[in-house]
Nanobody, 124 residues
Framework: QVQLVESGGGSVQAGGSLRLSCAISRFSFGRCMAWFRQAPGKEREGVAS???????RYADSVKGRFTISKDKTENTLNLQMNSLKPEDSAIYSC???????????????????WGQGTQVTVSS
């Protein structure tokens, strides 16, 4: 059974940085993987995705501030978040699918495997 476990969430002041990691096991690493977030009262949105060709896509709201990466030796998916804003506060979840290529930043319906989520809170 595929397992995804996030870590690295927490509280930070606006302008600060956080790095999220997602440990993925029992998965053909390198296929389409992504980070999503969901704030209270809002729909889940795709934040960033990366596929087997290392093509990276980002939501407009995080371009230039967030970087998605993967470590094949450690089987981890990472999200470096810089210049954080209060509106970035949400529960962040990693997700994976059996498809090699991602369709854009990612739609939640495209992903089969999900982590439990980690809270990110940015104070002003």
């Amino acid at each position: 059974q595929v397992q995804l476990v996030e870590s690295g969430g927490g509280s930070v002041q606006a302008g600060g940085s956080l790095r999220l990691s997602c440990a993925i096991s029992r998965f053909s690493f390198g296929r389409c993987m992504a980070w999503f977030r969901q704030a209270p009262g809002k729909e889940r949105e795709g934040v960033a995705s990366i596929d087997i060709g290392d093509n990276r896509r980002y939501a407009d709201s995080v371009k230039g501030r967030f970087t998605i990466s993967k470590d094949k030796t450690e089987n981890t998916l990472n999200l470096q978040m810089n210049s954080l804003k209060p509106e970035d506060s949400a529960i962040y979840s990693c997700a994976a699918t059996n498809d090699f290529w991602c369709r854009g930043v990612g739609s939640a319906a495209d992903f089969v495997y999900w982590g439990q989520g980690t809270q990110v809170t940015v104070s002003s």
